[in-house]
């Protein structure tokens, strides 16, 4: 009986799961990139079907993660096979569920959401990793990575990712607050959905509150709401 801020049980869980979350965008009709998963029993019992299987339906190269962790730990780019079965035995150090998922040629955006049962979306951000993907070390150490904010988009563009990402947190039951994380991928110019993040970074310099800034709505009047 302690209140807190934020999302419920179902969907911090949800959220935290990154296949449960991709399934239930998928039944919202909401588009993501191509992925697959597996526990960890099963490459334990059968790893040759496994990657026989990736290789068929994602090609390479692809991206190979734990599916309940953030920040980017146990995340490895896998271009070969050699590679690819290596991210796979990293992953499973850090869960019983992996999910692997198509490289997507992308420019990546994310979005602040606020509110309860009828809730805003702020002006979206551009991330522009420094590394070759936004990996822990890009995020957290060598500080190279870099933001637009708000991102130089079309007016349509920007108003069906604010639909998009209020849809996603609907999807999930959300509540309070969650960053919604894009691709726009550069060969079709279609958006697809990454992940959603039930309990942002909220520091000053966070994107959570840079966002509703760049929208508007000042930091200590985020806090408030």
């Known amino acids: 009986d302690i209140p807190y801020v934020g999302c419920g049980v179902l969907a911090s869980s949800t959220g935290m799961d990154k296949v449960a979350m991709k399934n239930l965008f998928v039944a919202n009709d909401l588009a993501v990139g191509k992925f697959s998963w597996f526990l ?38 896998a271009k070969n096979l050699s590679q690819l079965e290596q991210a796979i035995d990293l992953a499973i150090k850090y869960d019983r569920k992996i999910i692997v998922e198509a490289n997507i040629n992308a420019r990546e955006f994310e979005i602040s ?37 708000p991102a130089k988009l079309s007016q349509e563009l920007i108003e069906e ?46 994107m959570y509150p840079k966002l509703w800034e760049a929208s508007g709505l000042s930091y200590s009047n985020l806090i408030d709401r």
């Open 40 to 77: 960890r029993r099963n490459w334990e019992e059968n790893r040759q079907s496994i990657l026989d299987k990736l290789e068929t339906e994602l090609k390479f190269p692809m991206f190979v993660k734990p599916a309940n962790l953030g920040s980017s730990v146990g995340i490895s780019k």
């Open 113 to 149: 959401v606020l509110g309860n049962d009828c809730p805003i979306a702020s002006l979206p951000g551009e991330v522009i990793p420094g590394a070759e993907f936004y990996d822990y070390n890009d995020k957290y150490i060598d500080n190279k990575t870099q933001f637009e904010i």
């Open 161 to 206: 990712m604010q639909q998009l990402a209020i849809k996603a947190f609907q999807a999930i039951d959300g509540s309070g607050l969650a960053r919604v994380d894009f691709f726009l991928d550069r060969d079709t110019n279609k958006l697809l959905l990454n992940e959603i993040n039930t309990m942002p970074g909220f520091t000053s310099i966070s």
